[in-house]
DNA sequence: CCTACCGATCGGTAGG
DNA sequence: CCTACCGATCGGTAGG
């Protein structure tokens, strides 16, 4: 935001009618974005240079910067994007709540098998996140806190225990773990992993287990 | 191997007696492993440099690529030095095979807990691992297919089902990524996991599930 | 195991 | 959004 500046018009593009800077520029800024994916997550955050994702949408590692203001807003702004997407999509599947937003895990565990762009981009982020001051740790601490407490509740509500179970608190944080551990197994060799059939086994199992007892 | 290389007596020591070179070397070597996994851990493999790792144990980043030929070699030495400790002590623990295996895995999942240091280092370069021609990624695709047979073996031993029903393979896929996945969640947010009560409950919630039907 | 050095790459800035 | 440039860092090698 504050590294955004102003600069002159394309050189022969001359002084015409705007044609909608802004609208073009988001497009621009969502092009960049799917590129530093697909960079990052075939080299990293670290070792993915801004000369590579500049090249692939036919630009110079300056106007990315431009765009952006410094490599780490870059990064930022593709985590907040990649959420806005599940969210939409979240959303787009009436974002569910309580029970049903199990059976919506085992529908994304899917999905992600379709994925696996987007997939190792998430799966090598979050590993690199856990470094050291990496600009990335935030969002990550913050996006965890939010789904153990959505899961929480949903496997409270799917086993008549209260949300401050700590078996319930442990469902949870069990849930997002096989998801989020099943990815590097599945991106090392596909076939020996079957995501959708894993986390539904895990979440019926462990609501089985919370409600038997 | 093939860098390995000799090199003169030290400016100071003269040509005294040998001293015991190779165990003199041998101890060098681990402490170049240990520092490397402090660096890397804290900055990944990509982002740490063997300058910081030489500095650590008081020699230059030449003195490491002499003891490893390259930081590929190094990075590939680590996992493997790792991969030794975790052996030696599950042969201490008497190396259970079958069921008893699964109690195990809930063992190391609380020493885990006190070994911060190298649940990072192994967060961070497993992240890594899935990026393109990364040297981690055999490691750690044998790994991922070695723990899965025995922990395949030992869920058909604790639930008397056969190792290649698919179920028993998903259950211990799911084993491992609960181990994995609980690792960032914890190093994110420490107070907010309990690791051993984590995988205990999933591991006997997945029992009992493949035991009931 | 060190000194000295090299080529390469990188993120960021100036200035238009 | 580009050109041109900068300082910094990095892995690796030569040569002892």
């Given at each position: 935001?504050?590294?955004?500046?102003?600069?002159?018009?394309?050189?022969?593009?001359?002084?015409?009618?705007?044609?909608?800077?802004?609208?073009?520029?988001?497009?621009?800024?969502?092009?960049?974005?799917?590129?530093?994916?697909?960079?990052?997550?075939?080299?990293?955050?670290?070792?993915?240079?801004?000369?590579?994702?500049?090249?692939?949408?036919?630009?110079?590692?300056?106007?990315?910067?431009?765009?952006?203001?410094?490599?780490?807003?870059?990064?930022?702004?593709?985590?907040?994007?990649?959420?806005?997407?599940?969210?939409?999509?979240?959303?787009?599947?009436?974002?569910?709540?309580?029970?049903?937003?199990?059976?919506?895990?085992?529908?994304?565990?899917?999905?992600?098998g379709?994925?696996p762009?987007?997939?190792?981009?998430?799966?090598?982020?979050?590993?690199?996140?856990?470094?050291?001051?990496?600009?990335?740790?935030?969002?990550?601490?913050?996006?965890?806190?939010?789904?153990?407490?959505?899961?929480?509740?949903?496997?409270?509500?799917?086993?008549?225990?209260?949300?401050?179970?700590?078996?319930?608190?442990?469902?949870?944080?069990?849930?997002?773990?096989?998801?989020?551990?099943?990815?590097?197994q599945w991106l090392l060799d596909r076939d020996a992993v079957d995501m959708?059939a894993?986390?539904?086994?895990?979440?019926?199992?462990?609501?089985?287990?919370?409600?038997?007892?």
């Amino acid at each position: 935001m504050s590294a955004q500046q102003s600069w002159p018009a394309p050189p022969s593009s001359g002084a015409g009618k705007a044609q909608r800077p802004q609208k073009r520029s988001g497009r621009r800024r969502a092009e960049i974005l799917e590129a530093a994916m697909s960079v990052f997550g075939e080299h990293g955050y670290a070792n993915g240079s801004l000369h590579d994702i500049a090249e692939r949408v036919g630009m110079t590692h300056a106007g990315v910067l431009h765009h952006f203001g410094s490599k780490e807003q870059l990064l930022i702004a593709l985590l907040e994007y990649r959420d806005d997407a599940d969210v939409a999509e979240l959303e787009g599947h009436h974002a569910p709540r309580g029970a049903p937003l199990l059976e919506h895990l085992v529908d994304t565990a899917e999905e992600n098998g379709k994925r696996p762009g987007i997939v190792q981009a998430y799966t090598v982020l979050l590993g690199e996140s856990v470094t050291d001051n990496h600009p990335g740790r935030n969002f990550f601490a913050e996006r965890f806190a939010g789904l153990r407490d959505m899961i929480t509740s949903a496997v409270a509500d799917a086993t008549n225990r209260p949300m401050d179970d700590p078996q319930t608190v442990s469902a949870a944080c069990a849930i997002v773990a096989t998801m989020d551990g099943l990815q590097p197994q599945w991106l090392l060799d596909r076939d020996a992993v079957d995501m959708r059939a894993t986390v539904e086994l895990t979440i019926r199992a462990l609501v089985q287990e919370l409600t038997r007892q």
